[in-house]
């Protein structure tokens, strides 16, 4: 069963509105949470992370929000650009960090 | 500055047959990982190695061995291949074990 779970396989957004990316896990003992991008082709590109220690971080037009009682994570896009038009995974680890657990993905398409 | 490389691209594999595949990183990074990305299951991880000399199971191990001789390589066997391991491999590599991890372009394997 997946510790990770990606409920959405697909996203559509019009350029320049907010994208939002959902991620839920099981594990209460995941406290290190990544985003990551991924273009066809190619392998996944990191793109954002966050502790449990935090319930927020920002890195320009991506902040990634973590709600730990709810054990759900998102991953806000504002404002989105075709460019990001691409396959977004999130990945959770324990405090050993020896394993990540990737969700299914969600694919975003940006219309211009 | 390469990364991480992966060869081959892709192979088509008879079912029985011993496989390496093949993973160099360039970046002195100490961790280094395993995927396979299969339709509807994201990224799983097979194997994984904090430092050199070391390795470690992740969620999939089984079919599979690694080896870390030194810093910069990471090969993954498949003994004998069957085709339920027709997938994407992905090899990443991270400076720290929880660390973001770089990817590289990954290995498109058919076993038939």
């Known amino acids: 069963d997946q510790q990770v779970k990606q409920n959405s396989p697909s996203l559509s957004v019009q350029e320049g509105r907010i994208s939002i990316l959902n991620c839920d896990y099981t594990?209460?003992?995941?406290?290190?949470f990544l985003w990551y991008k991924k273009y066809p082709a190619e392998g996944p590109t990191f793109l954002i992370s966050i502790s449990s220690i935090k319930d927020k971080n920002e890195d320009g037009r991506f902040t990634v929000f973590l709600n730990k009682s709810a054990k759900h994570l998102s991953l806000h896009i504002v404002p989105s650009q075709p460019g990001d038009s691409a396959v977004y995974f999130c990945a959770a680890s324990e405090y050993n960090f020896n394993k990540f657990y990737f969700g299914s993905g969600t694919k975003l398409n940006v219309k211009p | 500055i390469a990364g991480i490389t992966q060869a081959p691209t892709s192979q088509i594999l008879a079912a029985g047959r011993r496989m390496t595949l093949r993973c160099t990183q360039d970046m002195r990074h100490n961790a280094m990982y395993w995927y396979r990305q299969d339709l509807g299951l994201g990224l799983r991880l097979i194997h994984y190695?904090?430092?050199?000399?070391?390795?470690g199971k992740g969620e999939v191990p089984d079919g599979y061995s690694v080896s870390r001789a030194n810093t910069d390589d990471f090969p993954l066997t498949l003994a004998s291949a069957v085709p339920s391991q027709t997938s994407v491999y992905f090899c990443a590599s991270s400076d720290s074990a929880g660390g973001e991890q770089y990817f590289g372009p990954g290995t498109r394997l058919t076993v038939t």
């Open positions: 594990n209460s003992m995941f406290d290190y």
């Open positions: 190695s904090n430092t050199a000399g070391t390795t």
